[in-house]
Each structure stands twice: as structure tokens, then as C-alpha cells.
């Protein structure tokens, strides 16, 4: 259900528009073999059709960002999941900190950057009150995975190119190397005031054209493609593509919360823990006694096959001394209550002007 079977360029292109994000139509029909007016008709195609979302995602650890939260809550089945959603609608994704939001009937999380630990633990504690007092919650109070990156690993952040490539059989050789990636440098950064109103109008649409930007900000096209250069060249933001998956026919999400054993825990430093990842592995983020890791799935059998296979290497291992905590979502009735929403803490963490957020609706 819900699938469209895309031709053989059209997997071919999809793939390499989310595996290399930032490459022209001319860099990438070189990169895929195909010409280049085949590329930019397919792209528009696939932008048309709703198979893809462009999001420019902001790498803020030079301004003071200093962690990524994972929080995740069970639900009482005796609150509607429409209902649930508007109340943690008014009362929790209001906070700028929470870029990503789902949730099933008895289930959720969520995903959010942060400041310092302060911040997020204030906001989970008014999760926790709205919830309680709410009678939303099952037995248990919310979740919270905490990834200072000072003493983190991110080796995936929504990277959904191991996953296409497998599923759709391309065979491209996916680099071996363990990635971890770098949410910014640690050298502070400082913004002139257009820099800022600059940062924060890319961050918030990414499909604009810099002409369209630079009006209305006052400036110039020129102004704004150095600055998007620049800001990409010294790693404060990258692109992602994220495709429409209900349309390609995937079916389950896996949320997967790890506790390592404390007297045999993955090296850290030798990146072990990352042998948990598979090509369905989205996002994958460890510390030195836990890890959170999201994956997607074709369907249940790609699902427990997986899930096996972590066990396995748990267990060889001996990582662990209870098994993970897994919840998994049906994507065709997933509610999107938040949906990688980075504009409103870009414009905390970077300041643009009070004009500049009301436009911008932040």
C-alpha cells in the first residue's frame, strides 16, 4: 500500500540527491553517469511528486549548543492520540529546543537540541507535570538520553543513503570508514547582524532562491551565496534531503534506546558500538554507557531480521546486561507533530533581529 514503483534513474537520482545533498545537477549526473538535463528533470519530478524534503540543518556547538536530547515516553491507551497531540502541542512543542516529534497512540519521542542541561531538564519536567497530571502517562515517568557532544557520538544523523542503496539495489560502494559527525567547530563563532538575519532565513526555507532572501533582507543575491558558502565551508549548516518514505512503500520505525553493561561497555574511543548500525540505521548516537539508534524498515521481516542481528552482537559482545528498549511505529499512522523544525532555536542560539523573527514567524 502507498507504494509507487519509481523506474530505475529515478532510484538512481533519489539516492544520490540524499547520499551527496550539497552536489550540483551537473556534479551529480557526473557522479551517477547520467546526463545532466536527465538529472534536473528527474529532481524537479521527485520534488513535484513529494518524494523528497530539503531541510538546511544548523550546526550550532561554536554558539553554544551543547547537546542533542532524545526523550521518549509511554502512553496511557486511555487518552486519544488526537487529543494527546494537542496538549503536547500547546504545552511542550511550543519550546524552540524541540526540532522532531512523533507519536502512536501508546507511544512517542522526541529529538532536541539544547544549550545546556538546565534548559532540557526544565522542559522535561514540565513534560512530566503535563503528562501526569494529564493521566497521559502509562507506569513510567518520560525517558531522557542525554548526548553532550563534548563526550558524544553522533556517527548518523538522518544519513538515509545506506538504506536506499541497499533497498533499492543500486550496489554503490558505501565508504567504510565510522563517521562522527561534527555538530559545528569549537571556535566561537561571532555573526555580524546581517550574518545572523542571513543564517536564520536559509535555516527556515531552504527552498528559497538567495535572490528571493537577499530582497528580503535588504541585500544583495551576491551577499547571500557568499554567506551560504561560508557558513557551509566553516560547517555551521549542511543540507539533507529526507525522501517520502510511506510513498516508497516503507513501513515500520525502530526506536531502539541501549543500556550498556557498566563493566563491559563498548570502547568508545575505538568506535565499537557502531557496529550496531545496519544500512537501515538512520540515526545513531552513543556515549560511553548508552546509545539511541532509529532505523526504517521495508516491512516486519526486514524489521526482525535486524533486531536479531543487534541482539547478536549485543550478546557476543556482552554489552549489555538487560535487553534494549525497542518501540516501533507503523509510518502510515505516525503522527508528525513536529517535523525537524530548526528556525525557532537557530534564532535563540544566534540572535537575528526581532524583524527578521516576526517574519519568519519564530
Sequence with gaps: MYQFELTKREKLVLYGLVKFPSMTDKELSKKLDLKHSTVTSIRLRLKNNEYVKKLIIPKLQSMGCEMLVVIYSQFSLLIPLPERVVITEEAIEVFDEIFFSVGEQDKGFSLSLSKDYATIGRINDIRTQTFGGRGLLEEEYPNMVVFPFEISKIYRFFDFGPLLNYYFGLEFKEEQQIENINFGNKETSIFSDTEKNAYCMLISYPDLADSEIGRDLGVSRHTISRLRRKFEDTNLMSKLIIPNFIKLGFEIL????????????????????????????????????????????????HYKTDQMQIFQILKENQWIAEDPIIRTYSLSTLAIIKDFKFAPFAGKIVGCDFWVKKLLNI
Aim: net charge negative.
Design 254 to 301: 525502530g526506536f531502539y534506546h541501549i543500556r550498556f553493561d557498566p563493566r563491559n561497555p563498548p570502547n568508545l574511543d575505538d568506535d565499537e558500538a557502531a557496529s550496531l548500525m545496519s544500512n537501515s540505521t538512520v540515526f545513531f548516537a552513543s556515549r560511553r554507557f548508552e546509545a539511541v539508534m532509529i532505523s526504517i524498515y521495508k516491512d516486519y521481516d
